[in-house]
C-alpha cells in the first residue's frame, strides 16, 4: 500500500506540473491571438489613412473614374470600417471565442486594466471617427462622396491612430507581463516538481530499492545454500510482508535441510523424535510428540519416547492397555485419526488412558498416526502429536504431520532393524509432504515480486525483481531435486538403443548453448536395458553440467561403445573445462557435494542413483590433458 502510495503521489505531482504547463501554454497562445488582433487593428487603420491620402491627391475627374473608384476605393473603406468595428467590438464585449485556436475556447482571458482604458478611449475615438465619416460620405448610399471622405481620413486620422497605437502598446505590454508570470510560474512549478520527484524517489530508494536488494542478497544466500540466514524486515508493508515469507521460507528450508542431514547420519528414534518436537514444533504446531510402541501380543501400549514443549520426558514411558482404545482403532484402520474434543472423548471414554493422560498435560487436538506393517514396519506402533490449541492440528499441519510421521518410521525402523528400502520409501513421504509444505511460502514470495514488479517503473528495481523472481525458481528446483533424490523411483526397463535418446538431448541442448556438442558412435547397434525416462534424465542432467562446465564454444563429446563379447555399453562425456582436483572426485556424487557456487549438490547424486537402479556403475575422471569424463558403464544385453 505504501508503495501504492507513492506512486500515486509521483503520478499526481507530474500530472499537475504537466497540466500546468499545458494550461500556461494555451494561455500563452491565446495572449499571442489578441496581440495579433491588435496588430491587425493598427494595421487596418494605417492602411485607412494611406488610401485616403492616396485618393485625396488622386480625386477622379469624370465620370468613369468615379465609378471606379467607387467599386474599388469605397469598398476598400467599407470593409476596413467593419473589420475594424468587428476587433474593436470583439475588445469591449471580451467574447474572444471566435478568434481562438481550436482546444482554447475554454480560457477567457483577463485584460489588464489598462488594456481595458485604451480599448475604451480607442472605441470612443473610432466611434467619433466613423460618424465623421458617414457624415462625410453622406446620405446617399449610391453616390457616396469619396473625395470628402477621402479628406476627412486624411486630415482627421492623427487622434485615431494615437489611441490605435496606444491599445496595440497596451495589449503588448500585458501580453509581455502574462509571459513574464508564466516564465516565473513554470519555474517554480518545475523546481517543486523536481523537489518532490527526487524526495519521492528517495522515499522509494529508502522504502523500496534498498530493502529490494538486501532481500535480493539474501536469496542468493539461500539458494547458495545458506538457510540459516534470515532479512531484515525493512521497508514499506509489500516488502516486509515479501521479507517476512522469506524469512518462513528460509526457517523452513533450514529445519527440512536439518532433518535431511540428520537422516543421512541415521539418527535413532530419541533423536529425530526430539528434533521435531523441539526444533520443528513450531512449523508442526504440536506441544506434545510421541512414539507408542505395541507389544507382540496386541495387548498393550508403551510411550517410548515423547517430548513437550521442546523438553524430553524420560519418565513418562508409561504402559497402557491396548483393547478397546483410540490407539487399537487407527491400528486397525491403518488411516490417521483426527481427535478434536479431547476432553469430552476422554471424559466419555473411560478405557481411553493415553487421551486422557494429554487431556491433563493441558492438550485439546491430537493426531493419531499409525505405523504398521503397511508402512514396511514389522513392529506396530502409533504416532502421537497434540496440540494446546483447538483445531491446531487441523487444514495443512494435519498433511504435513502425516508425511512427518512416515520419517519417524524410518528412524523407528532403524532401532527396529526395518528395511533400507523401507526407509528410503518413508524418507521420500516425508519430503514429499514438506516440499508441497514449503511451496506455498515459495508461491507467496513468487507472487510478491511479481506483483511488486507490475507495479515498478524504475528499471534498476525490476532488474533487482528479475534477480529475485530468478532465485525463488532456483529455490523450485532445489526442492524438486531433494523430492526426486529421496522419494522412491519407479522404474519400467526394456530393451532399447540409447542413441536416438542421446541424439534427441543432445539437439535440445544445441538450441540452448553456443557449444559444439557431437556424438561419436560404433557402427554396430548398442543395445541395453533401460528406462527411456530415467536415462533422458540422465543424459539431460550430465549434458547440462558439461555445457556449464566447459568454456563458451568448446567442444562437448559423447562417444558410445561397447565391449568385444557385448556385456557392457559405456556412454562417455567429455568437457574441456576447468579441471577438478582429484581429492575431490570422489565426493562429487554426494548429496548436496557441488563444486559450482549456485549448485543444489544434488545433480550427480540423482545420477548415480539412476545408473545404479539399471544396474549400471559411474565413473568420473579430470585431467589437465583431457578435462573431465564421466563414463556411464551399463550391462549389455546377450
Same mark, same amino acid.
Given at each position: 500500500?505504501?508503495?501504492?502510495? *507513492?506512486?500515486?503521489?509521483?503520478?499526481?505531482?507530474?500530472?499537475?506540473?504537466?497540466?500546468?504547463?499545458?494550461?500556461?501554454?494555451?494561455?500563452?497562445?491565446t495572449h499571442d491571438v489578441l496581440v495579433d488582433m491588435a496588430g491587425r487593428l493598427e494595421l487596418m487603420v494605417e492602411r485607412m489613412h494611406a488610401q485616403g491620402m492616396n485618393y485625396a491627391r488622386n480625386a477622379p475627374r469624370d465620370h468613369s473614374s468615379y465609378s471606379r473608384d467607387l467599386e474599388l476605393y469605397y469598398q476598400d473603406l467599407i470593409s476596413?470600417?467593419?473589420?475594424?468595428?468587428?476587433?474593436?467590438?470583439?475588445?469591449?464585449?471580451? /467574447?474572444?471565442?471566435?478568434?481562438m485556436p481550436e482546444g482554447s475556447h475554454w480560457l477567457r482571458p483577463r485584460l489588464s486594466a489598462e488594456v481595458l482604458e485604451s480599448i475604451a478611449d480607442l472605441e470612443d475615438h473610432w466611434d467619433r471617427w466613423r460618424d465623421s465619416l458617414s457624415a462625410a460620405l453622406g446620405d446617399t448610399p449610391d453616390r457616396p462622396r469619396l473625395e470628402q471622405a477621402?479628406?476627412?481620413?486624411?486630415?482627421?486620422?492623427?487622434?485615431?491612430?494615437?489611441?490605435?497605437?496606444?491599445?496595440?502598446?497596451?495589449?503588448?505590454?500585458?501580453? /509581455?507581463?502574462?509571459?513574464?508570470?508564466? #516564465?516565473?510560474?513554470?519555474? +517554480?512549478?518545475?523546481?517543486?516538481?523536481?523537489?518532490?520527484?527526487?524526495?519521492?524517489?528517495?522515499?522509494?530508494?529508502?522504502?523500496?530499492?534498498?530493502?529490494?536488494?538486501?532481500?535480493?542478497?539474501?536469496?542468493?544466500?539461500?539458494? /547458495?545454500?545458506?538457510?540459516?540466514?534470515?532479512?531484515?524486515?525493512?521497508?514499506?508493508?509489500?516488502?516486509?510482508?515479501?521479507?517476512? !515469507?522469506?524469512?518462513?521460507?528460509? $526457517?523452513?528450508?533450514?529445519?527440512?535441510?536439518?532433518?535431511? !542431514? &540428520?537422516?543421512?547420519?541415521?539418527?535413532?528414534?530419541?533423536?529425530?523424535?526430539?528434533?521435531?518436537? @523441539?526444533?520443528?514444533?513450531?512449523?508442526?504446531g504440536c506441544d506434545w510428540i510421541g512414539v507408542v510402541l505395541i507389544d507382540d501380543a496386541r495387548a498393550s501400549a508403551r510411550v517410548e519416547t515423547s517430548w513437550l514443549d521442546g523438553a524430553p520426558l524420560p519418565k513418562d514411558r508409561r504402559l497402557y492397555r491396548l483393547q478397546g482404545t483410540l490407539l487399537e482403532q487407527v491400528l486397525a484402520d491403518e488411516?490417521?485419526?483426527?481427535?478434536?474434543?479431547?476432553?469430552?472423548?476422554?471424559?466419555?471414554?473411560?478405557?481411553?488412558?493415553?487421551?486422557?493422560?494429554?487431556?491433563?498435560?493441558?492438550?485439546?487436538?491430537?493426531?493419531?498416526?499409525?505405523?504398521?506393517?503397511?508402512?514396511?514396519?514389522?513392529?506396530?506402533?502409533?504416532?502421537?502429536?497434540?496440540?494446546? $490449541?483447538?483445531?491446531?492440528?487441523?487444514?495443512?499441519?494435519?498433511?504435513?504431520?502425516?508425511?512427518?510421521?512416515?520419517?519417524?518410521?524410518?528412524?523407528? &525402523?532403524?532401532?527396529?532393524?526395518?528395511? $533400507?528400502?523401507?526407509?528410503?520409501?518413508?524418507?521420500?513421504?516425508?519430503?514429499?509432504?514438506?516440499?508441497?509444505?514449503?511451496? #506455498?511460502?515459495?508461491?507467496? *514470495? @513468487?507472487?510478491?515480486?511479481?506483483?511488486?514488479?507490475?507495479?515498478?517503473?524504475?528499471?534498476?528495481?525490476?532488474?533487482?525483481?528479475?534477480? +529475485?523472481?530468478?532465485?525463488?525458481?532456483?529455490?523450485?528446483?532445489?526442492?524438486?531435486?531433494?523430492?526426486?533424490?529421496?522419494?522412491?523411483?519407479?522404474?519400467?526397463?526394456?530393451?532399447? /538403443?540409447?542413441?536416438?535418446?542421446?541424439?534427441?538431448?543432445?539437439?535440445?541442448?544445441?538450441?540452448?548453448?553456443?557449444?559444439?556438442?557431437?556424438?561419436?558412435?560404433?557402427?554396430?547397434?548398442?543395445?541395453?536395458? &533401460?528406462?527411456?525416462?530415467?536415462?533422458?534424465?540422465?543424459?539431460?542432467?550430465?549434458?547440462?553440467?558439461?555445457? $556449464?562446465?566447459?568454456?563458451?564454444?568448446?567442444?562437448?563429446?559423447?562417444?558410445?561403445?561397447?565391449?568385444?563379447?557385448?556385456?557392457?555399453?559405456?556412454?562417455?562425456?567429455?568437457?574441456?573445462?576447468?579441471?577438478?582436483?582429484?581429492?575431490?572426485?570422489?565426493?562429487?556424487?554426494?548429496?548436496?557435494?557441488?563444486?559450482?557456487?549456485?549448485? #543444489?549438490?544434488?545433480?550427480?547424486?540423482?545420477?548415480?542413483?539412476?545408473?545404479?537402479?539399471? +544396474? +549400471?556403475?559411474? *565413473?568420473?575422471?579430470?585431467?589437465?590433458?583431457?578435462?573431465?569424463?564421466?563414463?556411464?558403464?551399463?550391462?549389455?544385453?546377450?
Amino acid at each position: 500500500m505504501q508503495i501504492a502510495t *507513492v506512486f500515486l503521489a509521483l503520478v499526481a505531482v507530474l500530472s499537475a506540473a504537466g497540466l500546468y504547463g499545458v494550461g500556461a501554454l494555451q494561455r500563452q497562445l491565446t495572449h499571442d491571438v489578441l496581440v495579433d488582433m491588435a496588430g491587425r487593428l493598427e494595421l487596418m487603420v494605417e492602411r485607412m489613412h494611406a488610401q485616403g491620402m492616396n485618393y485625396a491627391r488622386n480625386a477622379p475627374r469624370d465620370h468613369s473614374s468615379y465609378s471606379r473608384d467607387l467599386e474599388l476605393y469605397y469598398q476598400d473603406l467599407i470593409s476596413d470600417v467593419a473589420a475594424v468595428d468587428a476587433v474593436v467590438q470583439t475588445f469591449m464585449s471580451g /467574447d474572444f471565442k471566435a478568434a481562438m485556436p481550436e482546444g482554447s475556447h475554454w480560457l477567457r482571458p483577463r485584460l489588464s486594466a489598462e488594456v481595458l482604458e485604451s480599448i475604451a478611449d480607442l472605441e470612443d475615438h473610432w466611434d467619433r471617427w466613423r460618424d465623421s465619416l458617414s457624415a462625410a460620405l453622406g446620405d446617399t448610399p449610391d453616390r457616396p462622396r469619396l473625395e470628402q471622405a477621402a479628406a476627412h481620413v486624411s486630415e482627421g486620422h492623427a487622434d485615431l491612430v494615437a489611441a490605435t497605437r496606444h491599445f496595440a502598446s497596451a495589449v503588448r505590454a500585458w501580453r /509581455d507581463r502574462g509571459y513574464r508570470i508564466m #516564465t516565473r510560474g513554470v519555474i +517554480g512549478i518545475a523546481v517543486l516538481t523536481l523537489t518532490l520527484v527526487l524526495a519521492l524517489l528517495g522515499l522509494l530508494l529508502w522504502k523500496v530499492l534498498t530493502p529490494l536488494r538486501t532481500a535480493t542478497v539474501g536469496f542468493q544466500r539461500v539458494a /547458495d545454500g545458506d538457510f540459516g540466514y534470515r532479512l531484515p524486515v525493512l521497508g514499506a508493508t509489500e516488502i516486509q510482508h515479501l521479507t517476512g !515469507s522469506f524469512n518462513r521460507l528460509s $526457517e523452513r528450508l533450514d529445519l527440512f535441510y536439518q532433518l535431511m !542431514s &540428520g537422516l543421512q547420519q541415521g539418527q535413532d528414534l530419541d533423536d529425530l523424535v526430539g528434533l521435531l518436537g @523441539s526444533r520443528f514444533a513450531g512449523l508442526l504446531g504440536c506441544d506434545w510428540i510421541g512414539v507408542v510402541l505395541i507389544d507382540d501380543a496386541r495387548a498393550s501400549a508403551r510411550v517410548e519416547t515423547s517430548w513437550l514443549d521442546g523438553a524430553p520426558l524420560p519418565k513418562d514411558r508409561r504402559l497402557y492397555r491396548l483393547q478397546g482404545t483410540l490407539l487399537e482403532q487407527v491400528l486397525a484402520d491403518e488411516h490417521p485419526l483426527h481427535v478434536q474434543q479431547m476432553a469430552e472423548t476422554a471424559r466419555d471414554n473411560p478405557a481411553y488412558e493415553l487421551l486422557r493422560h494429554l487431556v491433563a498435560l493441558g492438550m485439546r487436538d491430537a493426531l493419531f498416526l499409525p505405523i504398521t506393517p503397511r508402512t514396511q514396519s514389522p513392529v506396530p506402533a502409533v504416532v502421537v502429536f497434540a496440540s494446546r $490449541e483447538a483445531d491446531g492440528l487441523s487444514g495443512a499441519r494435519r498433511g504435513l504431520l502425516h508425511n512427518s510421521a512416515q520419517m519417524l518410521v524410518q528412524a523407528f &525402523g532403524r532401532t527396529a532393524r526395518f528395511a $533400507e528400502q523401507g526407509r528410503l520409501a518413508a524418507i521420500g513421504e516425508l519430503v514429499s509432504g514438506i516440499v508441497h509444505e514449503l511451496r #506455498t511460502p515459495l508461491t507467496t *514470495v @513468487s507472487m510478491a515480486l511479481a506483483h511488486v514488479e507490475g507495479r515498478e517503473t524504475d528499471p534498476r528495481a525490476k532488474r533487482r525483481l528479475a534477480l +529475485g523472481m530468478r532465485e525463488c525458481e532456483r529455490m523450485r528446483r532445489l526442492l524438486e531435486e531433494m523430492l526426486l533424490y529421496a522419494k522412491p523411483l519407479s522404474f519400467e526397463p526394456r530393451a532399447l /538403443d540409447p542413441r536416438p535418446l542421446l541424439t534427441e538431448v543432445i539437439g535440445e541442448a544445441r538450441e540452448r548453448w553456443e557449444h559444439v556438442i557431437e556424438i561419436e558412435t560404433e557402427t554396430h547397434r548398442p543395445e541395453i536395458l &533401460g528406462d527411456p525416462d530415467r536415462l533422458r534424465q540422465i543424459f539431460v542432467n550430465l549434458t547440462e553440467n558439461a555445457c $556449464e562446465a566447459a568454456p563458451e564454444g568448446a567442444e562437448i563429446t559423447w562417444r558410445i561403445d561397447t565391449d568385444r563379447k557385448g556385456q557392457e555399453t559405456r556412454l562417455r562425456i567429455q568437457n574441456p573445462g576447468e579441471t577438478i582436483p582429484e581429492h575431490l572426485l570422489p565426493r562429487l556424487t554426494q548429496p548436496f557435494f557441488s563444486t559450482k557456487s549456485g549448485g #543444489t549438490g544434488l545433480g550427480l547424486a540423482i545420477v548415480q542413483r539412476l545408473v545404479e537402479l539399471h +544396474g +549400471g556403475r559411474l *565413473v568420473i575422471r579430470s585431467t589437465a590433458q583431457e578435462g573431465t569424463c564421466v563414463e556411464l558403464y551399463f550391462p549389455g544385453l546377450v
